[in-house]
């Protein structure tokens, strides 16, 4: 078999793991088709898009739909396919297709309507190629020596999303990107050390990765065994507990950023902060046992998130109202 028919054979399994609504057409939709597709892939995948989506200006959600549908099908590229020589297949050629997308040649519908949003929000390739280095990756390296390995792999899978969607929410000026990136940054990656730490058993019984980095595990005399056995010994309640501190510091560095952009995304900035340190409080709550279940944020601790954020929101217009 030759090259080229072994690629369109790699291309081929890799979809066949995947939903059939993800492959490309044969003709591409129109943008309000297009539009309609990232909507419902957004609320259909992601409970929490729904709680944010309420806070953000109506012009806004299509592009928050854009950006989220192709974060989620990327990642879905890397990990739900499990024959990685296909996932890596998927994702050069999704890769081929952002390409394609910046030169004006969209033809699935998540490039359609990113097309738009690209437009729209003067928005870089280099964010969208960063999430794709991360998912290539995903599928080599598992294991991490060191926190800073760590940082620099959230580096390309969580830190490009915040300065999308500060890009798409025209918070990107010369003169305060350097320290707005800088505050999402540490936000980003804490959310995304939360998720690590709140799922380190599906992590290594599913996809058989470790995030917990390599030397803090010696020093604390946690292996893997630990893991796999599912018995949070007093050596790893004593790790997590330190990467559960590391994470919340981050959470804290990145709060002042809340303050420096328009109300209405300070509103989904503080949700998603609080909600990633209830996470931490939540495997808290648990004395750091994330093995024998997982941690998760309660509903009636949703709710409270929520009320806060919309009493965040209008806040304002309640004391305006009793100062008239």
């Known amino acids: 078999m030759d090259t080229a028919a072994q690629h369109d054979e790699l291309i081929a399994r890799g979809w066949a793991a995947l939903p059939p609504a993800y492959r490309i057409p044969d ?35 299509p592009h928050f739909h854009a950006i989220y549908a192709y974060c989620r099908i990327s990642d879905d590229l890397g990990d739900e396919v499990p024959d990685r020589a296909a996932a890596l297949a998927l994702l050069d050629l999704w890769g081929q297709e952002l390409d394609a997308c910046y030169e004006g040649r969209a033809r699935h519908p998540v490039f359609v309507a990113l097309a738009e949003t690209i437009r729209a929000c003067s928005i870089p390739k280099k964010p969208f190629a960063d999430l794709l280095v991360a998912f290539r990756q995903d599928q080599t390296v598992t294991r991490f020596a060191s926190i800073n390995e760590v940082l620099a792999y959230c580096e390309y899978s969580a830190n490009p999303v915040g300065h999308l969607v500060l890009y798409a929410c025209g918070e990107v000026t010369p003169e305060t990107q350097e320290e707005k990136f800088r505050l999402s940054d540490a936000t980003c990656t804490a959310l995304q050390l939360a998720n690590f730490w709140q799922d380190v058993r599906s992590d290594y019984q599913i996809r058989s990765r470790v995030y917990l980095p390599q030397d803090d595990m010696q020093r604390f005399g946690v292996t893997d065994a630990t893991i796999a056995a599912g018995v949070a010994t007093p050596q790893f309640r004593e790790l997590l507990t330190h990467e559960v501190d590391y994470a919340r510091s981050l959470f804290e560095q990145g709060l002042p950023l809340i303050g420096m952009v328009d109300r209405e995304l300070a509103v989904d900035l503080d949700l998603f902060s609080r909600g990633g340190l209830e996470i931490l409080r939540a495997i808290e709550q648990r004395d750091y046992d994330v093995l024998s279940a997982r941690p998760s944020i309660s509903k009636a601790s949703k709710l409270q998130l929520a009320l806060r954020a919309i009493t965040g929101k209008f806040l304002p217009f309640l004391r305006l109202g009793k100062a008239a």
């Open 27 to 61: 003709v591409a939709p129109t943008l309000d088709e297009a539009r309609a597709y990232c909507k419902n892939l957004a609320e259909s995948h992601y409970e929490n898009f729904h709680v944010a989506s309420w806070f953000l200006p109506k012009a806004l959600r």
